[in-house]
């Protein structure tokens, strides 16, 4: 009986739905910030993925991990994804060859063709933006609150408030020039509130109710944070993975904020909490 229960477990798992509904969790993961169906983002459509790499797989995989910006002059280059298995690269192949299945790609034209792109909430969208690093991803939060994470030092970089971006600059310039935020910045972050000094690497980040949880490793501990926004301000979530049983979190002052937390104690801005549960700061604007 087990190795039967054993059998249709398996074939569960590798049956053809419960892979279409894995490549399309990990595309929109991994992906989906990036790449649209039909129109240039920040990458190439989806129209155009499918017919350069339709029947490629082996030649998707490569530019995957080893991307160079030859799909279009000046296009952004993508990032390396090392960080996400050949096995998981793979099903994003296949996911996105059945969705783009007969896609025709929609032409830039001048003027802003794209005005209602960034218009809802939640969005996330990888961009180039002033005062962040060039592997940097910004998040309008239901409301108007809004920020940009740099995946390049894993950490937050500002926060601002009112419209999301302003992305047709960058869009039209494809990639030379930048986007800027629609809303005024009112906290800006000179560092990552953990200590600084170790060894950082981005793991990615994966999607729950339209937002995302960013993962790195700071030397040997994993950390997953996550912003969501609050009716007076929002949350700030930390979980550690590998930490000690206690750590320290350094937030900057800012008279626009109020700290708090579900856990540990403060001195001043530094907060001292447990690791064995997830540490959550609440973050009220004060003005």
Partial sequence: MPNILTSLALLLVLSPAHAADSGKKLFTDNCSACHQPLVQL???????????????????????????????????????MTHVPVA?????????????????????????????????????????????????????????????????ECRLRFLWKGDFLDAYPYWRGNGNNLATVNGAVFHTETARPLATGQPVKFLGYTMKDGLPTFKFKLGTVEVHERLEATDDGFNRSFTFKNAPSKITLNFQENDNLGYSSTSGSWNGTTLTAPTNAPVVVNIKLTK
Wanted: charged letters at 25%.
């Fill in 42 to 80: 920040v990458g190439p459509p989806l129209a155009e993925i499918n017919r350069l790499y339709r029947g490629k797989e082996a030649e998707f995989l490569k530019w995957c991990h080893d991307p160079n910006p030859h799909i279009r002059k000046n296009l952004v280059q993508m990032p390396v």
């Fill in 88 to 152: 998981d690269l793979k099903q994003i192949y296949e996911h996105i060859m059945i969705i783009s299945k007969d896609l025709k790609e929609i032409k830039q034209k001048t003027g802003d063709p794209f005005p209602d792109t960034l218009a809802k909430r939640p969005m996330v969208q990888r961009m180039f933006l002033d005062k962040t690093g060039p592997a940097s991803i910004a998040v309008a939060l239901p409301g108007d609150l809004n920020f940009c994470w740099d995946a390049g």
